[in-house]
Nanobody, 121 residues
Framework: QVQLVESGGGLVQPGGSLRLSCAAS????????MGWYRQAPGKERELVAT???????NYANSAKGRFTISRDNAKNTVYLQMNSLKPDDTAVYYC???????????????WGQGTQVTVSS
């Protein structure tokens, strides 16, 4: 009943920019935390950035100074603006959300299907 759909991935040259979007759909009480993770071939999935409903942000060191996370609570959408992209940023980027279906239910972790980001000349 809850779905996360990512968009905005693609092929970009080193030094370029991309903006990822993730929209949550369905019925739920609250999206407490939204974030982005990525996974490169042969590597574990790693955190990129998270943002709480109140606006508290956490970045991975690799993202600081280059990436910006934001969210529009009214649209149930989280964004990731990626600048100064490097080949090492190449990965599948996954949207993550911690969602309460109702007031009495604890958070449940949801994942999008992923969007490919390729940084190459």
């Amino acid at each position: 009943q809850v779905q996360l759909v990512e968009s905005g991935g693609g092929l970009v040259q080193p030094g370029g920019s991309l903006r990822l979007s993730c929209a949550a759909s369905g019925s739920f009480f609250s999206i407490n935390v939204m974030g982005w993770y990525r996974q490169a071939p042969g590597k574990e999935r790693e955190l990129v950035a998270t943002i709480t409903r109140g606006g508290t942000i956490n970045y991975a060191n690799s993202a600081k100074g280059r990436f910006t996370i934001s969210r529009d609570n009214a649209k149930n959408t989280v964004y990731l603006q990626m600048n100064s992209l490097k080949p090492d940023d190449t990965a599948v980027y996954y949207c993550n959300a911690r969602i309460q279906r109702d007031y009495y239910t604890r958070e449940t972790n949801y994942w999008g299907q992923g969007t490919q980001v390729t940084v190459s000349s």
